[in-house]
Antibody
Framework: QVQLVQSGAEVKKPGASVKVSCKAS????????MHWVRQAPGQGLEWMGW????????NYAQKFQGWVTMTRDTSISTAYMELSRLRSDDTAVYYC?????????????????WGQGTLVTVSS | DIQMTQSPSTLSASVGDRVTITCRAS??????LAWYQQKQGKAPKLLIY???SLESGVPSRFSGSGSGTEFTLTISSLQPDDFATYYC?????????FGQGTKVEIK
């Protein structure tokens, strides 16, 4: 069965960086774009961008360009999201989410599987 | 960026009620809309994609409709397991954006 298992909670000081991992299993890792979505405490969902695990190509929301980096290691079916220059308002749960495709390989544009979430707390 | 606005923000309903949530886009998104259910402390769960297509395994009491700028999610007969927060999401253009959420509470 498809599973996305994320790394554990992190506490960081302002100005630091954090790197969250997302290990995929139960499907061909390189066949599906992986997205990252965050959710601040008590708030809604915010899309951050995606990585194509096959090519390593990325597409970041403009808001995050220059301070988010998405990478992958195909040998261990793991995607990573690194956020630098952390501020207190980056405190949030960060999710990886697999893009949904139909049987013909066309994107359904939505997210069919999600990781369990990683809480990143930024506090001095 | 395309703004997604959901209404109401909170909805109080009873088991067995028919519930409708509305999502409006700031510009046309054709049918490129998904709906998710999120329970406290859990990741969202996909319910509907392409405005009206039911994701595999999702109960048929959930349905979606609409196109262009106005969309609805309907739960035909609310069940105890359905008390949660619901989000719409557009994928017509980047950045993909979500509505602010609608919390369905027990009346």
């Amino acid at each position: 069965q498809v599973q996305l298992v994320q790394s554990g909670a992190e506490v960081k000081k302002p100005g630091a960086s954090v790197k969250v991992s997302c290990k995929a299993s139960g499907y061909t890792f390189t066949g599906y774009y992986m997205h990252w979505v965050r959710q601040a405490p008590g708030q809604g969902l915010e899309w951050m961008g995606w990585i194509n695990p096959n090519s390593g190509g990325t597409n970041y929301a403009q808001k995050f360009q220059g301070w988010v980096t998405m990478t992958r290691d195909t040998s261990i079916s793991t995607a990573y999201m690194e956020l630098s220059r952390l501020r207190s308002d980056d405190t949030a749960v960060y999710y990886c989410a697999r893009e949904n495709y139909d049987s013909s390989g066309y994107s359904k544009g939505s997210f069919d599987y999600w990781g369990q979430g990683t809480l990143v707390t930024v506090s001095s | 960026d395309i703004q997604m606005t959901q209404s109401p923000s909170t909805l109080s309903a009873s088991v067995g009620d028919r519930v409708t949530i509305t999502c409006r886009a700031s510009q046309s998104i054709s049918s490129w809309l998904a709906w998710y259910q999120q329970k406290q402390g859990k990741a969202p769960k996909l319910l509907i994609y392409k405005a009206s297509s039911l994701e595999s395994g999702v109960p048929s009491r959930f349905s979606g409709s609409g196109s262009g700028t106005e969309f609805t999610l309907t739960i035909s007969s609310l069940q105890p397991d359905d008390f949660a927060t619901y989000y719409c999401q557009q994928y017509n253009s980047y950045p993909w954006t979500f509505g602010q959420g609608t919390k369905v509470e027990i009346k």
